[in-house]
């Protein structure tokens, strides 16, 4: 079972950067797309970014265009998000994910199989 932990969360200002890193273990598969989403409080969790195989292929979401970038290292199966210019609304749970299969949407939830646990990110204002 493929296993992926979060790092990097922590607390910001408002305008401030943080690095996230997830690094997957007990890969027996090819990690096709990696991706990242959130969950603020009381809210349902949301996707941010995901990167494909090659890293030729990105998507993020509206809110964080601009902003954040994804880019992964497969020789570690590590998948990064750089987070810049956050806001107070940036913050979340932030969880990894990953598929060993090529589906259609990579931007819900159902498009992947594996998940982490997740890391803190709070920005203050």
């Known amino acids: 079972q493929v296993q992926l932990v979060e790092s990097g969360g922590g607390l910001v200002q408002a305008g401030g950067s943080l690095r996230l890193a997830c690094a997957a273990s007990r890969t027996t598969i090819v990690l096709v797309t990696m991706g990242w989403f959130r969950q603020a409080p009381g809210k349902e969790r949301e996707f941010v970014a995901a990167i494909g195989r090659s890293g030729d292929s990105t998507y993020y979401a509206d809110s964080v265009k601009g902003r954040f970038t994804i880019s992964r290292v497969n020789a570690n199966n590590t998948v990064y998000l750089q987070m810049n210019s956050l806001k107070p609304e940036d913050t979340a749970v932030y969880y990894c994910?990953?598929?060993?299969?090529?589906?259609?949407?990579?931007?819900?939830?159902?498009?992947?199989?594996?998940w982490g646990q997740g890391t803190q990110v709070t920005v203050s204002s």
């Open positions: 994910a990953t598929t060993g299969i090529s589906r259609m949407d990579v931007t819900t939830r159902l498009g992947y199989d594996y």
